[in-house]
């Protein structure tokens, strides 16, 4: 294969590029060369893998999960889960003075089931399941706004400085190359006590900081891009006939750099419910009444060895729900890849 | 020579990054609402007592004036400052304030914490290269066979658990329920007991000690390596995994099997060096990923690391010692990707420190 031509983009996911010739390709038309490329592709590609679709199927119920969670809390103000199951954060039992009972030596309830905390009470009587359902809604909204955050003013600090170059590319890039020097977990928890002292909205503060933190990566990203969008003849044609900048940035460049970024998105949620994870731990995101896992994982701390299974399912949730983003991730990444296809 | 210069280069580079973490660092933990008089002198102090304290430590001039003065305490050589307006004087050495909260010197408090976290970080990342590059490289030379499930199973678990809550779960299982291993803190391997100090360095009884220190050494080690490492592991497993995997799918490795030449041996001699690039970049961005997991591994065994010495600082809205710690943590990853750079030209001949093009 040559593959030397300036139009040959194969490996990206430009659209522009039909005209490859055809010994270019390994004997594939034009059109099932751009059929190869492209959002909808990496889409039908996804449907071929079942690892991707377990993750799919993974983030799906998580999903569904904080969904009901949160019409239960905001609409319904605990009444869903109140009547067939427990208050999250007053619980059952939560007024009592009564020591943490595990799996195995549960307080019975007998008008509702002999089971009736098939994961025991915590230190305060209040029921770890209930908790543990709750905490994938903070999870996952923290996760996905955090996201947003990150990408939406990563993409548009990136795209600026990858179309402009020169100083506003300098600028910005040293300004990211900055924020990526002091380490992601220290400068939210900086960010948190500077803006939420009493920690009143810490988990508020606490994703909008790991959105700015992310931020350098998504910006990194997009700019390589952007590098070569930039030179494209469609680009030079819209400048060409008279096109705003902002417009060709929103309509041309973002556009077609979406594919990597997706990939990126997915696997930057998982991180951000971890590191989340981690702050509520250290006591700087999610605060006592809330039921967070990380916030969970701190209060199991202290009675570790008497009641292990207060750290246990916390941790097993995380697990279960990161893993499902990763999953989605990586098959993300192999569909969008023409190369691993065969 | 081209090393040199390229070392020069990179590292005069690296000033308006450290500069640039210096001022964030400055004006956002000025920006801490509270005052850390207040905590450390209790609920009510007598108004004298805290002026005086104000004073003393800096905090009764304006915010621009204590801003210029940091920054000529922090840079090690030339700057220095008379009431805040900075001059050129050789000044030698590094002062990065005094802290409110231990009363002591930043500078003292570092060197104190961190080779405590130096240990811990180092341990780590050994571990995570010893398990992940063979992992990776077996994953990929046995693509798709159940050996690479497994690997790649692993790596996925791994780079999806909370580091912490791993640290937790080997607590209880290895320092509870089997009790082999401790749960709490470091000990140094330098830090030996007197007897050794009693024998002398020349004789056989000090080395009998020395050695035999480093048996609770490792003990405590175990733990906390194994807790901040499994991430860094997965890490290197799945980017080792892809690069050895994109190696043999080259040209060159297709005629070396065309010639006849024994997997093995394109695995060892052709394919190995060029994949380790990725990994080396990896590992050089990955140090700040760490330094965040060293605060949580560091609260979860209660080691007095830097990650500890740092959640201190933000409790206490101790200022010097946040700024102190974090130009640290900066100055060590800049140092870090640096050296991942300068180790490039080792694995890749290409690679020429970029004078040619000047």
């Known amino acids: 294969m040559s593959g030397e031509t300036p139009h040959d983009r194969r490996d990206v996911d430009g659209r522009a590029d039909v005209e490859i010739d055809a010994e270019d390709d390994g004997g594939l038309e034009a059109e099932e060369v751009e059929a190869r490329v492209g959002l909808s592709y990496t889409l039908v590609q996804l449907r071929r893998d079942p690892t991707a679709l377990a993750g799919l199927a993974i983030i799906s119920v998580s999903t569904a999960v904080a969904i009901v969670a949160s019409i239960d809390a905001l609409l319904l103000d605990y009444w869903l889960t109140q009547t067939f199951w427990y208050h999250p954060e007053l619980g059952p039992h939560a007024d009592t003075n009564l020591p943490p009972y595990g799996v195995s030596n549960q307080y019975y309830d007998a008008s509702r089931s002999t089971l009736a905390h098939p994961l025991g009470t915590d230190f305060r009587g209040r029921d770890v399941a209930v908790r543990l359902f709750y905490g994938t809604r903070i999870a996952i909204t923290v996760g996905f706004t955090s996201t947003v955050i990150g990408l939406v003013g990563g993409t548009l600090t990136g795209a600026v400085a990858g179309y402009y170059g020169g100083w506003i590319d300098d600028v910005l890039m040293r300004g990211a190359e900055i924020l990526y020097a002091i380490p992601f977990l220290i400068l939210v928890i900086v960010i948190v006590s500077v803006l939420d002292p009493q920690r009143q909205n810490a988990l508020l503060v606490a994703m909008v900081g790991v959105g700015i933190a992310s931020m350098p990566t998504f910006a990194r990203l997009i700019r390589s891009r952007v590098f070569s969008v930039r030179e494209e003849e469609y680009v030079e044609a819209a400048k060409a006939a008279g096109v705003k900048d902002r417009w060709i940035i929103l309509r041309h460049v973002i556009p077609n750099s979406f594919a990597p970024v997706l990939v990126q998105a997915t696997l930057q949620i998982g991180l951000a419910i971890l590191i989340i994870a981690g702050l509520s731990f250290l006591g700087f995101g999610a605060q006592p009444p809330q039921a967070s896992w990380g916030q969970m994982l701190n209060k199991a701390r202290p009675l570790l060895i008497p009641n292990p299974w207060f750290s246990i399912f916390p941790g097993l949730c995380i697990l279960f729900t990161v893993v499902g983003f990763n999953l989605l991730g990586d098959g993300l990444r192999d569909a969008a890849d023409p190369r691993i296809q065969n | ?358």
């Open chain 2, 1 to 358: 020579m081209g090393l040199f210069r390229y070392a020069t280069r990179r590292l005069l580079q690296a000033i308006p990054v450290l500069l640039g973490i210096a001022t964030i660092t400055f004006f956002l933990s000025n920006a801490v609402p509270g005052d850390p008089i207040d905590i450390m002198l209790g609920p009510s102090p007598a108004q004298e007592q805290k002026a005086a304290i104000r004073a003393k430590y800096g905090l009764d001039r304006p915010l621009w004036l204590r801003y210029i003065t940091y920054l000529g305490d922090v840079s090690p050589i030339w700057l220095s400052t008379v009431d805040g307006f900075p001059y050129v004087a050789p000044e030698f050495g590094v002062d990065l304030g005094r802290s409110i909260h231990f009363g002591a010197p930043v500078t003292e408090k570092i060197k104190e914490r961190l080779p405590v976290t130096m240990l811990l970080m180092g341990s780590a990342f050994t571990f995570a290269l010893v398990t992940a590059v063979p992992l990776g490289v077996i994953s990929a030379y046995r693509r798709n066979q159940p050996t690479d499930h497994v690997s790649r199973v692993v790596a996925l678990v791994g780079v999806s658990t909370p580091s912490f809550w791993i640290g937790l779960e080997l607590i209880i299982v290895f320092s509870f329920y089997l009790g082999w291993l401790p749960s709490n803190s470091l000990v140094m391997p330098w830090n030996l007991p007197p007897a050794a100090d009693q024998a002398g360095l020349l004789s056989v009884e000090f080395w009998r000690i020395a050695a035999s220190h480093q048996v609770p050494v490792l003990q405590h080690l175990i733990l906390p390596t194994i807790s901040l490492g499994t991430l860094q592991m997965a890490a290197i497993t799945r980017i080792e995994r892809s690069a050895m995997l994109e190696q043999l799918s080259q040209d060159y490795v297709q005629l070396a099997r065309a010639y006849g030449v024994r997997d093995r041996k394109i695995l060892r001699k052709h394919a190995f060096r060029p994949a380790q690039l990725p990994v080396i970049t990896i590992v050089g961005l990955n140090l700040t990923t760490a330094f965040g997991g060293a605060v949580l591994t560091e609260t979860v065994f209660s080691i007095n690391g830097m990650g500890t010495l740092i959640l201190t600082g933000v409790l206490n809205i101790d200022y010097p010692l946040i700024m102190g710690t974090t130009l640290v943590f900066g100055l060590i990853f800049v140092l870090g990707v640096i050296l991942t750079d300068i180790s490039y030209a080792y694995v890749d001949p290409r690679v020429s420190y970029g004078d040619q093009e000047a």
